[in-house]
């Protein structure tokens, strides 16, 4: 039996790891398209066409207090070519080649906010 325990999961933007998550999700890995595409002809004929896009994005959700919001909206403002890396218990997402779309949006209240940081992933690989 595997235990999932959130301290296990880590997430590296360049070289440094990346602290000050958000509750809910910390972060969320998805390949932009999917492998293929299918079309049935009118006779019922099959026909299949793979999609070579390496896209991914990864977004990354952390506390406005995080020590690497700073970090992160640096990265974005500089169009940065840097590696990312989520790895899980049992799972590794991300790619050696990406950028961060825009800095995160800000929001003040009287609680604590979310930053939302998207990553373009050019060689997206899940393992």
């Known amino acids: 039996m595997i235990t999932y325990d959130p301290k296990d999961v880590t997430v590296t933007v360049g070289s440094r790891f990346i602290t000050g998550y958000a509750e809910g999700s910390m972060v969320e890995c998805e390949k932009d398209e999917d492998n293929f595409s299918a079309k049935v002809s009118a006779q019922g004929e099959v026909s299949v066409a793979i999609s070579n896009n390496p896209l991914g994005t990864i977004t990354i959700t952390l506390e406005q207090t995080s020590p690497d919001v700073k970090y992160l909206n640096s990265l974005a403002n500089s169009k940065q070519v ?6 899980g218990p049992t799972e590794k997402a991300g790619g050696t080649k990406a950028m961060i779309k825009k800095p995160a949006g800000v929001t003040f209240a009287d609680e604590t906010e979310d930053r939302e940081f998207e990553v373009q992933v050019f060689d997206y690989t899940v393992e």
């Open 82 to 87: 840097i590696p990312i890396w989520v790895k």
